[in-house]
Every structure is written in C-alpha cells, then in structure tokens.
C-alpha cells in the first residue's frame, strides 16, 4: 500500500510505503528545524476549592482571585481558572503543610474546556473517541517541594486538581500555577 500527499515526485515530502514513512531528503533540507516555538506565560485568573463536583456546585461557585498558595485537604478539589481557553503546557509548585510526608502524594488532573466537564466521570465515558483523548492526568509524587510539570500538551480553561489516597497528617499546599501557551503567531512573541 503506497499513499501520497502530492501527485508530482518534486513536491512530495513523504510518502508511506508498507505502513513505513520516507522523508524527501530534498524538502527536508529546505525546512527550518531550528525556529524556537513561541509560548507565553498564562496564569490562572481565579479558583474555587470544593469537595464534591457536580453541575449544582459547578454554577455556585464561590470564585476567590490567585493570590497565592492553596492547602488542600481530604477530599478537597482545587479548580483554577485561566480565565481563556488556551492549547500549552501546565506546571504546579507543590509543597507541604503539616506533618513530614509518610506516604507519596497521588494527584489526580482533570484539564477542561468547559467547567460542566469537570463533573463527567472520565471512566463511563462510552464513545467513538478513544478514551486517550479525554483529559486527565494521575500521578504519583514522591518527595515535596516539587514542581510538577505536565509534559502533555493540553487544550483546556479550567483545571482541577485532587490529590487522592492522601495521608491524614499533612496537606499538600499548590502555588505557582503556570500556563505555557503556545503562539500561533510568531508575530505575538515579541
């Protein structure tokens, strides 16, 4: 099976030949690999902290500006709001109050276009998409103070986070919630 993006041989930069890519090395040369991508800082605009999530408590939400860092304990969610949708990188300064850590921290992430997604459990979900494409993120934290990069690059406005299987002697505190927006525009850089 042979499929082709272009119909003149000069013009094709790949073409797959039994399920294998071949680059054109001549266009490949023409290409610059070296521009830098353009991103820009976004931080969340406000938050709310609650421990059930779901459309009642979604549309009551008590909104309070980032001011700084935020505790969160058992069963408590934290929901920021970048106040756009934006497509980037995520990033949380992640540290302790309390009692020294005596187990790792497990953080669930939920990253959403609309705010009524973040009431959807991810796991009933039954659709032609798969199951990849939905937005959360689960992961273990060994060792606090720590900043938590996401390395998966997400479209969303709001984020929540809930650390989960916690310990009951110490919170994790959040702060420094930053989000990298990547620049469709070369021109928006400067």
Not at 90 to 119: K, N, W
Not at 151 to 171: A, H
């Amino acid at each position: 099976m042979t499929v082709t993006f272009s119909n003149e041989h000069d013009h094709k930069f790949q073409k797959i030949t039994d399920q294998c890519f071949t680059a054109n090395p001549k266009l490949l040369t023409k290409a610059s690999l070296s521009v830098p991508l353009a991103t820009r800082t976004i931080r969340p605009q406000r938050y709310f902290v609650a421990t059930k999530i779901n459309q009642a408590t979604l549309a009551t939400a008590a909104w309070q500006p980032v001011t700084g860092a935020i505790a969160l304990h058992k069963h408590e969610r934290l929901i920021y709001d970048l106040g756009a949708l934006y497509v980037g990188h995520f990033q949380v300064a992640i540290d302790v109050a309390g009692s020294p850590m005596d187990a790792p921290l497990l953080m669930r992430t939920r990253f959403a276009e609309r705010l009524q997604e973040l009431s959807v459990d991810a796991s009933r979900v039954t659709s032609w998409l798969p199951t990849a494409w939905i937005q959360d993120d689960m992961r273990h934290v060994e060792l606090l103070p720590a900043t938590v990069n996401f390395e998966r690059r997400y479209s969303c406005r709001y984020i929540m986070l809930e650390p989960v299987g916690q310990s009951l002697k110490w919170q994790p505190v959040l702060a420094d919630a930053e989000f990298e927006k990547s620049l469709e525009d070369f021109s928006q850089a400067a």
